[in-house]
């Protein structure tokens, strides 16, 4: 049987998912592309080697429609043999486009893959695309789906996190994330977003707020208490009725941020790899995708993370460090004490509550962080685990080599 | 500088009046100058003490444009877009003041110069006739940099913008009045400040529409359906009507789209980008240099005989009331001169006049004319059949068939009739005029004009002078040309002149393509991609193909050339002579839709081996080039811009390309050396590179 090998990973940084941030003014085809022109110079790919380019978006509608894969490659030049598609598993497009990549190398029946994400929130809001767990009503009760800030809070409800505790949490993407652009530990996969003319519009992800303080942090307001009196904490509720009352603690401060962005990374077999001169960077061990329950939505890592760990067949024990998306704090916290994960190998660059989740791109960005931190860490095995909308989880184990 | 005066009734007067110019133009001094008189405008707005602005101008024209030769010198991509930025933040600038702006437009304003206007809140213009409206940029490859195309795309819809946007065309005022480019006219121009003022006081809504709501309006959002079936029309139809050639046109609707997807702000920075990109591409540098440069050069009278003074036709005659010769009435006396038009008869002279009303009559259909207006340019045509009625003429232009005994015949007889001063002029496309001048007592006062077809819209005259024709008459001759509005070229007379013997090259390419057996379609669309107006199968059709053959036998230029094979084939085997007689390369029948004819393939036999577009379309354009640097060379021509701009009102050479000679700048002159001994290897001697090439290339030397 074919390994999956990683050849390369690269992103845009993050912009400000609003009006005013930096790559607002930028298509997601071109953030794609810009991404595709990357790979192939920095790897003088001959790009007709490619089987298939597949990019994960979890909005997949106007600019962002239309298979952005197919469409970014014939844009960036590629040739019209390489074809490209689009899949959607929400927040965990981009991680699931790598372990869809992987799978189909490792079947044999293709050699070399390029996967990843994009999403342009501030362009492409959320929910532009509608859809039935949230807009149809007949759907939306069947399965009691609720808002995912009210979900996360009513993890740390359950779990009893506490507010401090939360923006502890916050605080400490924040410091991590700042050092961590400080010390240039992003510089090997982030490329600068130049415009037509070659004049950057970004050169580094501008969502972090390195002056943040627990103080600050407390004092921002719940987020989801309207939401969650408008009758989303009620359903939560039906569902867990052990419960009396959500509390809400999540805030702006302690949930992922709104960005514009993309990744990508250069997937193929061993073989294809040394005729085109590629040097792997890292083995893909597992890759697994689950799901659990839907009201709670934000739990699916864990059962993703278990069946990939026991294909990979390996224990949490054995993973010397973890990638857990910052959706918000409760969830990674909850994660971290299912899996007693010790805090200097969790998120050890910070997360999307720092840096910004731009959805479908946010699992591609984790990847490379973590190959990226293996790397500068000398360390062997990494996991990456991204929960999604409507329950779901996706996992994925590296090996460096 | 400007001049900012605040009157009692708190409306401050901006007047700009740029030093050591003839005309205010956009630049970094009138950044400069603006910058501090809009801060002080900000703080009396603020301060409540500011009713309104009016901006004027204390120049024949309110302001012309941008900096072109800042631009077409500008190098750095990084300077050009910091310089839009703060052109857009200037007008948005004004725009948000918080106060009526009004732009009083007491002449032309074009470019960024009516970009400004845009911006103001309301706009007046003096209906003189040469107030000229309008965004010409992309007529130079670039596109408006200031914020104008989000505003136009807003306020006028994708379609009405767009047609502005992309033809570039100046307009005189009631025209831009009734396409949404300004609000009012006034007919008296002392006017203008006090229509301004009361504007102004009638308090009127000043938030302009983009200011009023985040949201994007359903006429222009892109994500609705309806106007996304438009964009994919129009996109299709500018490769239509460009074949990519024109990356100005393209980056304009870009603009306009994506621009439709963000907020106001973002818009007009994605066109700063787009501009930025136009500013350093090789077709801006290619139109600007052949629209601007060169034909600035041109109208100096770079070529034109120095020590004499300037000459104006009060009234000239015309011989012959055909096409041409009542062409060359009518846009004569479009331009003030009086016409006598002569034929046989004067019906027939009527007729040519009939010519002239009806163009006119269009021009009032289309409101850019009044009835009045009509008549009065209508009365300058005097038809007769009398050569006496020449006797006040400053000028007789002879039009009549490429017949040399007629043309002889008709320049004794003018002679008789016509005063001292009068100068004789054969509109003649290859006829030696030291020839026909054989039979003049006053060979110096005779000279070839060879007008093009239709006269009204090809803006080119070729002025051919022969051994004897004087210093002063071709002076004179340039400066009639230029009194007619249309641009002189002043060529030797050899046979075929300039255009027509560097157009040939290219008729004659496209036919040794065929000869080799390159499908038919394939050569005319490698020509279309090329920038060329058509195929060359097509117009050697349109010019007949034993017009073409006797240049060759006249001149036994290229005896050996391949596509004389085929043009000989044709007229003499296969008697299809083109398309007067319906039958060339195509078949011309009017019931039927114009195809190529059945018999092409058999003659032509397909070769199995199909050449490359790109080695096809370089064959059509590199013949071009050479044989215009052999024009050079051979002193046909004098200047560089000649052959450029000739090239692309002669014959339709590819505009975006910037003529024949800046063709083989845009190339690379090293490079188009190279090529060419590539190509003279493959193909054979009609590619052999001119000696004034050559030695160029060894200097390193362009065609400036």
Redesign the interface.
């Known amino acids: 049987m074919q390994e999956a090998y990683i050849f390369d990973a690269v992103r845009t940084p993050c912009g400000r998912g609003k009006?005013y941030g930096s790559l607002?003014?930028v298509?997601p085809i071109d953030l794609l592309c810009k991404m595709l022109h990357a790979l192939q110079e920095r790897n003088s790919l001959d790009t007709k080697e490619v089987d298939d380019i597949i990019v994960g978006c979890a909005t997949p509608v106007?600019?962002q429609g239309g298979n952005i894969a197919k469409s970014a490659g014939l844009y960036a030049g590629w040739p019209e043999t390489v074809p490209g598609m689009q899949i959607n598993r929400f927040c965990a497009s981009g991680l699931e486009s790598i372990n869809l990549a992987a799978m189909k190398v490792r079947s044999g029946w293709e050699q070399l893959l390029v996967a990843g994400g994009v999403e342009s929130m501030s362009?492409v809001p959320m929910r532009s695309d509608g859809g039935a767990l949230y807009n149809d009503p007949a759907v939306n009760s069947k399965v009691n789906y609720i808002p995912q800030g009210v979900s996360a809070d009513l993890i740390s409800t359950i779990e009893q996190f506490d507010r401090t505790q939360i923006d502890q949490y916050a605080l400490q993407s924040q410091q991590r994330a700042f050092h961590a652009q400080e010390a240039g530990y992003f510089d090997r996969s982030i490329i600068p977003v130049y415009?037509?003319?070659?004049?950057t519009i970004l050169d580094k992800d501008e969502h972090l707020r390195p002056e943040s303080t627990l103080e600050v942090l407390g004092q921002l307001p719940p987020a989801f208490a309207a939401l969650g009196k408008q009758g989303f904490d009620a359903m939560a509720i039906i569902r867990y009725p052990f419960l009396n009352e959500i509390e809400h603690v999540h805030t702006a401060g302690n949930s992922s941020g709104i960005v514009d962005g993309a990744g990508l990374v250069l997937i193929g077999n061993k073989e294809k790899g040394e005729a085109l001169g590629l040097k792997p960077r890292a083995r893909i061990l597992a890759a697994a995708a689950s799901s659990s329950e839907t009201t709670i939505m934000l739990q699916g890592t864990i059962p993703s993370t278990k069946k990939a760990l026991k294909l990979a067949g390996l224990e949490a024990k054995d993973i010397n460090l973890w990638e857990v998306n910052e959706a918000f704090a409760a969830p990674v916290l909850k994660f971290q004490r299912t899996f007693d994960i010790d805090n200097d190998i969790l998120n050890v660059n910070g997360g999307a509550i720092a840096m910004g989740h731009p959805l479908g791109a946010t699992g591609t960005m984790l990847l490379s962080t973590l190959i990226d931190e293996l790397e500068r860490r000398q360390l062997s095995i990494g996991l990456a685990t991204m929960c999604t909308s409507g329950g779901m989880g996706v996992t994925t184990i590296v090996e460096l080599v | 500088m400007i001049y900012y005066k605040k009157d009692n009734q708190d409306i401050v007067i901006i007047t700009l009046d740029m030093s050591g110019r003839r005309v205010n133009i956009i630049n970094h001094e009138i950044a400069q100058v603006l910058l501090p008189a809009l801060k002080l405008l900000e703080k009396s707005a603020k301060a409540g003490s500011l009713r309104g602005v009016i901006i004027t101008s204390a120049k024949p024209t309110f302001l012309a444009g941008g900096d072109l030769d800042y631009l077409h010198k500008a190098e750095n991509p990084q300077d050009v877009f910091e310089h839009t930025e703060i052109l857009t933040t200037i007008f948005r600038r004004i725009e948000q003041l918080g106060v009526p702006v009004v732009a009083a437009m007491n002449g032309s304003a074009l470019g960024s110069g009516y970009e400004l206007a845009l911006a103001c809140h309301y706009r007046i213009a003096w209906d003189s006739p040469n107030t000229l409206i309008g965004l010409p940029e992309v007529t130079l490859g670039m596109m408006p940099g200031g914020g104008g195309i989000s505003r136009l795309t807003w306020v006028l819809g994708y379609e009405k913008a767009f047609d502005i946007l992309s033809k570039g065309r100046k307009m005189h005022v009631k025209e831009a009045l009734q396409r949404g480019l300004i609000d009012k006219i006034i007919v008296d121009k002392s006017d203008l400040i006090r229509e301004a003022r009361d504007w102004i006081l009638s308090e009127p809504d000043i938030v302009k529409p983009w200011d009023k709501s985040d949201s994007i309006p359903t006429h222009i959002n892109p994500q609705r359906l309806k106007n996304s079936r438009l964009i994919a029309a129009m996109n299709a139809d500018i490769a239509r009507k460009t074949y990519h050639n024109y990356p100005a046109v393209q980056a304009i609707f870009n603009a306009m789209v994506e621009g439709a997807f963000v907020d106001f702000e973002t818009a007009t920075r994605i066109c700063s980008r787009y501009f930025t990109s136009l500013i350093s591409s090789k077709t801006c540098l290619n139109m600007t240099k052949a629209f601007w440069y060169d034909l600035n050069k041109i109208n100096k009278g770079a070529s034109r005989p120095k020590g004499f003074g300037r000459f104006r036709a009060r009234k000239i005659a015309i011989i012959g009331a055909g096409i041409m010769g009542s062409g060359i009435a009518y846009t004569s006396a479009l331009a003030g001169i009086e016409v006598v038009l002569k034929d046989i008869s004067v019906s027939i002279a009527e007729q040519g006049k009939e010519q002239s009303r009806q163009a006119l009559d269009r021009l009032v259909n289309l409101g850019k004319m009044t009835t009045e207006q009509k008549e009065e340019i209508l009365e300058r045509i005097h038809t007769t059949q009398h050569s006496s009625d020449f006797e006040d003429c400053d000028l007789v232009i002879e039009t009549v068939f490429e017949n040399p005994d007629l043309k002889k015949r008709i320049a004794r007889d003018t002679e008789m009739h016509i005063h001292r001063d009068c100068f004789i002029a054969s509109n003649t496309s290859t006829l030696s005029i030291s020839d026909l001048s054989e039979a003049c007592a006053q060979p110096k006062n005779y000279i070839g004009m060879h007008f093009f077809s239709p006269v009204a819209t090809v803006p080119l005259v070729e002025i051919i002078y022969g051994e004897d024709t004087s210093k002063e008459t071709i002076s004179r001759s340039f400066d009639f040309v230029r009194q007619i509005g249309k641009i002189p070229i002043i060529v030797k007379d050899e046979y075929g002149f300039y255009t027509y013997r560097v157009y040939r090259s290219f008729l004659l390419e496209g036919l040794a393509l065929l000869q080799e057996g390159q499908l038919p379609n394939a050569i005319e669309n490698a020509a279309r991609l090329a920038g060329m107006p058509d195929g060359p199968l097509a117009l050697a059709d349109k010019l007949s193909l034993p017009k073409l053959l006797e240049f060759e036998i006249n001149t036994h230029q290229q005896k050996d050339h391949p596509g004389l094979i085929v043009a000989e084939k044709m007229v003499k085997e296969l008697n299809r002579k083109g398309k007067a007689r319906q039958a060339g390369f195509y078949d011309y029948n009017k019931q039927k839709k114009v195809e190529f004819w059945a018999g092409l393939e058999e003659c032509f036999p397909q070769d199995k081996e199909q050449l490359d577009q790109q080695l096809m379309t370089e064959r059509l354009l590199f013949v071009q080039c050479l044989e215009a640097v052999r024009c050079l060379e051979e002193n046909i021509l004098q200047t560089n811009a000649e052959a450029n701009l000739g090239s692309i009102y002669g014959w339709g050479f590819a505009p975006f390309k910037g003529g024949v000679l800046q063709y083989i700048n845009d190339y690379g002159i090293s490079e188009f050396v190279a090529r060419a001994q590539e190509l003279e290897s493959l193909f054979g001697k009609r590619f052999e590179l001119p000696a004034l090439l050559k030695e160029m290339n060894e200097k390193q030397l362009n065609f400036n």
């Open positions: 009006v607002h003014e298509k106007g600019e362009r415009d037509i003319n070659g004049l």
